[in-house]
């Protein structure tokens, strides 16, 4: 189940419709946020229910990976990493594009897509048949894809969670 929330305080106001997690995914690739829509008038965004396990997870893969895991592939246009006016990240969020390429499509990365990633390879959607996929991955990946939350990702493994989720597959290196 998702929660709507206000974009100006992180509280959750009431479950998400259908209609507004849609809606916050698509603005979220538009934003470069948390995909903030407008309902009755007010900012808010729709977040997956996580533990704050999860959520924290999240967070943390997106940092690293925008810290190391993926500047050897891509350029990062923009980061924020924390609203200095919350203690909670809603918005904790970066826009890349390949490094090699100016034109390339610019990809925004954000807690929702990290999710998403962790989900893709989770699933097996990614992983199969590439030298870089799951034959590859860290001990430690294969244990936070089996539901170990106490486990410790490096660089590479968030590298791998940013291709599934932007790409659906392993890509690079």
């Not at 690293?64 to 203690?87: F, K, M, N, S």
């Not at 826009?95 to 034109?103: C, G, H, K, L, P």
């Not at 894809?145 to 106490?150: K, R």
């Amino acid at each position: 189940m998702s929660t709507l929330c206000d974009y100006t305080t992180g509280n959750p106001i009431r479950p998400a419709t259908p209609e507004e997690q849609a809606a916050s995914l698509g603005a979220s690739r538009l934003d470069g946020g948390v995909g903030v829509i407008l309902v009755e008038g007010a900012p808010c965004y729709v977040e997956a229910t996580l533990t704050e396990a999860a959520r924290d997870r999240a967070h943390s893969v997106l940092c690293t990976a925008i810290e190391g895991g993926i500047t050897y592939w891509a350029e990062v246009l923009t980061y924020r990493w924390q609203d200095p006016e919350r203690d909670y990240r809603p918005d904790t969020h970066a826009t890349v594009r390949d490094a090699e390429d100016e034109e390339a499509e610019v990809h925004t990365l954000n807690a929702q897509s990290i999710i998403w990633g962790l989900s893709r390879l989770a699933s097996g959607e990614v992983g199969a048949g590439g030298p870089s996929a799951e034959g590859s991955w860290s001990d430690a990946l294969r244990k936070v894809l089996a539901g170990d939350d106490e486990v410790d990702l490096d660089a590479s493994d968030a590298d791998c969670i940013v291709q599934a989720a932007l790409f659906g597959e392993i890509v690079y290196g």
